[in-house]
């Protein structure tokens, strides 16, 4: 059964930092490309950064470029999100998800797998 596990979601002041990771079970990551998608409390979910089935090219949303990294371990199957100097605007659910194809790319409509999400909350 493939399956996306998001965790290490939490409660955080402003400016501080978290990381995401998101688990893949019944597939390799070395075949698909990963997004981190996120929600906030009455908003559309948007993309907000991706990695490429090699690893090697990002792509990210302007509002987290400089902030935010995407990584991933092959060996682990785990794909990362570090964020860094979190603002009260990134509290929303995070999601990762997975689609098949090479390019790194944070449009939503790509996507085919979807994890079920983990709540970051950044407060003052």
């Known amino acids: 059964q493939l399956q996306l596990v998001e965790s290490g979601g939490g409660l955080v002041q402003t400016g501080e930092s978290l990381r995401l990771s998101c688990a893949a079970s019944?597939?390799?990551?070395?075949?698909?490309?990963i997004g981190w998608f996120r929600q906030a409390p009455g908003k559309e979910r948007e993309g907000v950064a991706s990695?490429?089935?090699?690893?090697?090219?990002?792509d990210y949303a302007d509002s987290v470029k400089g902030r935010f990294t995407i990584s991933k371990d092959n060996a682990k199957n785990t794909v990362y999100l570090q964020m860094n100097s979190l603002e009260r605007e990134d509290t929303a659910i995070y999601y990762c998800?997975?689609?098949?194809?090479?390019?790194?790319?944070?449009?939503?409509?790509?996507?085919?797998?979807w994890g079920q999400g983990i709540r970051v909350t950044s407060s003052p």
């Open positions: 998800a997975s689609r098949a194809g090479a390019k790194a790319t944070v449009r939503e409509s790509l996507y085919d797998y």
């Open positions: 019944g597939f390799t990551l070395d075949y698909v490309v």
């Open positions: 990695i490429s089935r090699s690893g090697v090219t990002t």
